[in-house]
């Protein structure tokens, strides 16, 4: 399973961005999908989940609110669609991939990751 994060950038306060994270190999519905983020001298952190179906999500306390987790499965693609963003949103953000299907908070469970795109947002 390869995934390919892009849609990151620079975005000004209160802004919003799209991003993406598309998969190929394996049976991406099937597949529990997170976003995490890790900024600059911090551990990385769990942002947002969602099931195989699509049809339950998890997100940080944080986020919820601003951002939100979906995906399109005839495109093998999972998004995050992140609004009212603050400077401390600014982060790497990275897609992943549980292939037994659970959508947890927790980063190991997760089996396969992107490479990451950077959202800084200033103030």
């Known amino acids: 399973v390869q995934l390919q994060a892009s849609g990151g950038g620079l975005a000004q306060a209160g802004g919003s961005l799209r991003l993406s994270c598309a998969a190929s190999?394996?049976?991406?519905?099937?597949?529990?999908m997170g976003w995490f983020r890790q900024a600059p001298g911090k551990a990385r952190e769990f942002v947002a989940s969602i099931s195989g179906s699509g049809g339950r999500t998890l997100y940080a306390d944080s986020v919820r609110g601003r951002f939100t987790i979906s995906r399109d499965n005839a495109k093998n693609t999972v998004y995050l669609q992140v609004n009212n963003l603050k400077p401390e949103d600014t982060a790497v953000y990275y897609c992943?991939?549980?292939?037994?299907?659970?959508?947890?908070?927790?980063?190991?469970?997760?089996?396969?990751w992107g490479q990451g795109t950077l959202v800084t947002v200033s103030s």
């Open positions: 190999g394996g049976t991406f519905s099937t597949y529990g």
């Open positions: 992943s991939a549980d292939t037994d299907g659970l959508y947890t908070n927790f980063d190991l469970e997760y089996d396969y």
